[in-house]
């Protein structure tokens, strides 16, 4: 009983801050009083007595039911897995530094249900615009139908926030530093994905600016924006010049083009890589788009002409 007590006391108090839940995915147990019930039929089977009595006795009331939240697998194997809204809610609680189960306890358990996982996805698409994530031109039966292109839209958004978050963090940890912090040299601690992003990305940059003319030595060196102008202007020439768009400088510009033609997140371009790499994809995109538009009217062109053809050799 005393076990018990504690279990339930020291979960209600947080003593353990990251305890989500008291009961494993897999336990037929989802509440305190299940497992009281169950003592009492194994234990005292004929009496009057039961330990839910016992407990109110000493003054303790459990209250603890473990919620559906508690027993979801969060883990995303494929786009379809966020249409219900359960995973996303966790991002943003974790992007958004919410306790848990803010914004999840809002959400119904979705068992296969199509109107709830639109209202879930609705409820979190409400809470991001509260927090000040962008969730334009994305509906919550988009994401619930497992649309990959609102779902990516919705994840790019997550990203730039978390992104733009650490920049912040790291640049006052930077201003609260003392000099002999600031004038000692450290190691830059990266993980080994990024490392390889950012690799993959400057030998890409590399070769595209051999082709153009352009030395590239490094990933800073992109942030006087004209590398990147340059291969708008080259693979999109029918755009819309970088030049026009709002900006203090090239780089802010080229910013707020690749969040208006490109659908990048403003934000991501505090990480250069993730940023750059894709820029290139959206561009590439559109270069391919282009392309394809041209050879379709081409062929339009060819195909009228040869009807022409047929009806002059017909009436002669």
């Not at 974790?94 to 609705?122: F, I, Q, S």
């Not at 979190?124 to 649309?147: R, S």
């Not at 990959?148 to 963090?169: F, H, P, Q, T």
């Not at 595209?208 to 030395?215: D, Y």
């Amino acid at each position: 009983m005393k076990m018990l007590f504690l279990i339930e006391t020291a979960y209600a108090h947080r003593v353990i801050p990251n305890q989500t839940r008291i009961f494993t995915k897999s336990s037929h147990f989802k509440s305190m009083n299940e497992i009281f019930s169950e003592l009492t039929r194994e234990l005292l089977t004929g009496s009057s007595a039961d330990f839910k009595k016992a407990f109110a006795r000493i003054g303790f009331q459990s209250t603890y039911k473990q919620s559906f939240i508690e027993s979801y697998n969060y883990q995303a194997k494929g786009f379809e897995d966020f249409s219900d809204g359960l995973i996303l809610a966790k991002l943003i609680e974790t992007v958004g530094e919410m306790p848990h189960g803010k914004l999840l306890l809002k959400l119904r358990d979705p068992a296969g249900d199509r109107l709830r996982k639109v209202n879930n996805v609705k409820t979190v698409l409400q809470e991001m615009t509260a927090i000040g994530i962008n969730t334009e031109d994305v509906t919550a039966a988009a994401i619930a139908g497992g649309k990959k292109d609102a779902i990516l839209a919705v994840l790019w958004s997550i990203v730039g926030v978390r992104v733009a978050k650490e920049k912040r963090v790291q640049f006052l940890r930077t201003k609260d530093a003392s000099y002999e912090d600031l004038t000692t040299p450290k190691k830059k601690r990266r993980s080994g994905v990024h490392d390889d992003m950012s690799s993959e990305v400057l030998k890409t940059l590399k070769v595209i600016g051999r082709s153009l003319q352009m030395e590239v030595l490094d990933l800073d060196s992109l942030l006087d924006g004209l590398l990147l102008d340059k291969i708008w202007t080259t693979y999109v020439p029918n755009g819309t010049p970088i030049k026009s768009y709002p900006g203090d400088d090239l780089w802010a510009k080229v910013v707020s083009l690749a969040e208006s033609e490109l659908a990048i997140p403003r934000g991501l371009d505090q990480n250069v890589a993730l940023f750059v790499k894709m820029y290139l994809e959206r561009v590439q995109m559109q270069n391919l788009e282009g392309i394809s538009i041209k050879f379709s009217f081409k062929r339009d062109r060819a195909s009228i002409r040869n009807n022409r053809r047929t009806k002059k050799s017909n009436v002669c």
